[in-house]
């Protein structure tokens, strides 16, 4: 009997993963075929597969399908992402907004476009690695000094100081030259708005060899959660698999940020429900945080634009919307929040 729970445990987590999988694509055709023209599954189906040059061929092309991937991306990157901090610092609170690297990818990316002017967006990947490196080995730093060092409350604390910093120093260079706000102005809000097929082209093979590493070491990132503790008395070198997870958390974020601006809460909320849902096994937190990440950011920018009947409007205000009152009720409720 023991050995058939698991079994059977695995196979509903099987079903709802393929369900939840299903319903992107039937995501993706809604987000598409709405616009100023509702366009007729047909269309997008045609504009895909058989592109003819038509005005809503070229609607779809070149403006709904690269938003449509790059919130695809972006969502489940980030997702994943939150997923693997939390592992690494045994913190519910922790992602990439709330413990800066979101912030000081965003800060690096808009440093090198007001000094050296705007680039090809590949060359700006690498620029986000840069920051998100950097913040990351900064919150660390701070969260293991001092009263309370290395607790959860310290890191989100550490993480929420840099972030303030680094928004403010984005914020400065932003006002200082008006050329670079103009061509970052709702990419640091968080948006999808604008996104091209090069720039998707240029920054998915970062987030996908990202997923595929999560994906390779699922088992390591499940000892890693139990505390550094536990992971010695298992055999495992927690300081060299932090290491690793941290670089898979640089792809994923730095390249989220490089393609669709600083958009929060994603890594937080996501990862937060998977865990509830289907356990604390990164064997399925991986691709479930993958897939509902994808699915939250990319339901999100639709309703947004539904509801505020607006191409342009950011996703990373209705994230913020969605995540503010969720970040307060897990704080609160949270053992982790308390301590």
């Not at 070149?62 to 994943?80: E, H, K, S």
């Not at 990947?125 to 000094?145: C, E, I, K, P, R």
């Not at 970062?206 to 992971?231: E, K």
Request: charged share 10%; glycine share 10%; aromatic share 8%.
């Amino acid at each position: 009997m023991s050995t058939r729970v698991p079994v059977g445990a695995d196979r509903l987590r099987l079903i709802a993963l393929v369900t939840l999988c299903c319903l992107l694509p039937l995501a993706a055709i809604w987000s598409v075929s709405l616009g100023a023209t509702v366009l007729p599954l047909d269309s997008i189906i045609n504009a895909i597969f058989a592109f003819d040059g038509s005005r809503d061929h070229l609607v779809v092309a070149a403006v709904r399908l690269p938003r449509v991937l790059a919130g695809l991306l972006v969502g489940g990157a980030l997702a994943i992402a939150g997923a693997i901090m939390q592992a690494i610092t045994n913190n519910p609170l922790a992602s990439p907004g709330l413990l800066g690297i979101n912030a000081g990818a965003a800060f690096a990316v808009v440093f090198t476009m007001s000094v050296f002017g705007t680039g090809a967006q590949g060359s700006l990947v690498w620029t986000a690695f840069a920051g998100a490196g950097a913040a990351a080995v900064l919150v660390s730093l701070f969260g293991s000094t001092g009263p309370m060092s290395g607790t959860p409350v310290k890191l989100v604390l550490a993480g929420a100081v840099l972030t303030a910093f680094l928004t403010s120093l984005t914020t400065a260079f932003l006002i200082m030259d008006r050329s670079t706000l103009d061509s970052v102005r709702l990419w640091t809000a968080g948006s999808l708005t604008g996104r091209t097929m090069d720039e998707v082209r240029a920054v998915a093979p970062y987030m996908l060899a990202g997923l595929a590493a999560a994906l390779v070491f699922p088992r390591q990132l499940t000892v890693l959660s139990l505390g550094a503790d536990v992971s010695r008395s298992l055999g495992q070198n927690p300081v060299f698999w932090r290491g690793v997870a941290a670089v898979i958390v640089i792809l994923l974020a730095g390249s989220a940020v490089a393609l669709a601006g600083p958009i929060g809460f994603v890594g937080l909320i996501v990862p937060h429900i998977v865990r509830l849902t289907v356990g604390t096994d990164y064997k399925w937190i991986i691709p479930f945080a993958a897939a509902g990440g994808a699915f939250l950011v990319l339901s999100a920018d639709t309703l947004s634009r539904l509801l505020f009947a607006s191409q342009s409007f950011p996703v990373g205000v209705t994230m913020a919307t969605i995540g503010a009152p969720f970040f307060i009720w897990l704080a609160r409720t949270s053992p982790w929040g308390r301590s």
